[in-house]
């Protein structure tokens, strides 16, 4: 890639990224933009406790690591504090950013977490990545991956091929998670990269798998925008 191109790609805002995935059927907890503290709490009343509150910035990635998220806020008084507090963080780890305002989440209860991702190969194009999600993948490295178009049987193939497995199928005493349902959402995220070309990269993570169903709570698209002519 030269620089001019690294230069040209952008990522999509927090908004837009959640409704092209929910376009493609894919679904994302109920999330509003928060503008002030006070925004924040009656959204947060709208939305239901317990919520997440989390850094929308277009200059910032991970989220996480400057302090931008906090999760399980049970009332009123828990998510002005919460403001308060992600705000300083991230202006003291990230003096320069542009903060466009805070994301309020409903709180999605605990389930498997798992990543799809999309990223492009210099030769072969672009291919779908499936892995356990959040700080697994980093640990494991346990991720599976297909060329797109993935299909059915490839999806099917990706899920069982991960050394975590087990944990999707219920490990110790745990729910096992709608398996048949997640590789539909394997299959539905290489549809949307091809009807796509634009997006260069792609990374739901997590998404948060259940007995009946998953629920992506976080997620990053990176376009190239149309070249001048
Ligand atoms: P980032 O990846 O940028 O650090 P995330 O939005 O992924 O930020 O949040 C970090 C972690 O917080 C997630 O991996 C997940 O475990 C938890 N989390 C974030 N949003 C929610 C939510 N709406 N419901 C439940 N858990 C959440
Ligand atoms: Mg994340």
Redesign the pocket.
């Known amino acids: 890639m030269t620089e001019q191109q690294q230069q040209n790609r952008l990522m999509l805002g927090a908004a837009e990224t959640k409704k092209l995935l929910e376009e493609a059927g894919i679904p994302f907890?109920a999330t509003r933009l928060a503008k002030t503290k006070r925004e924040a709490a009656s959204l947060s009343r709208e939305i239901g406790f317990p919520v997440?509150l989390?850094i929308v910035s277009p200059d910032i990635?991970?989220?996480?690591?400057v302090g931008g998220?906090k999760?399980g806020l049970a009332n009123t008084a828990q998510v002005l504090k919460a403001y308060s507090e992600i705000v300083a963080n991230v202006r003291s780890s990230f003096p320069g950013a542009r903060i466009e305002g805070i994301a309020v989440?409903?709180?999605?209860r605990p389930g498997v977490?798992v990543i799809i991702g999309m990223s492009e190969d210099a030769q072969f194009g672009p291919f779908i990545m499936f892995g356990l999600?959040?700080i697994w993948v980093e640990a494991l490295k346990d991720v599976a991956f297909r060329l797109v178009p993935v299909t059915a049987r490839d999806a099917a193939e990706m899920v069982r091929e991960i050394k975590g497995f087990d944990i999707l199928r219920g490990y110790r005493g745990q729910e096992p998670v709608d398996i048949a349902f997640l590789e539909k959402l394997i299959v539905k995220v290489s549809g949307f990269i091809e009807r796509n070309p634009r997006v260069r990269e792609l990374d739901i993570?997590?998404l948060?798998t259940y007995g009946d169903r998953a629920v992506a709570?976080?997620a990053r698209i990176i376009v190239e925008p149309y070249a001048p002519p």
């Open positions: 907890v997440v989390k990635v991970h989220k996480s690591d998220v999760v989440q409903h709180m999605a977490e999600g959040g993570n997590p948060i709570v976080d």
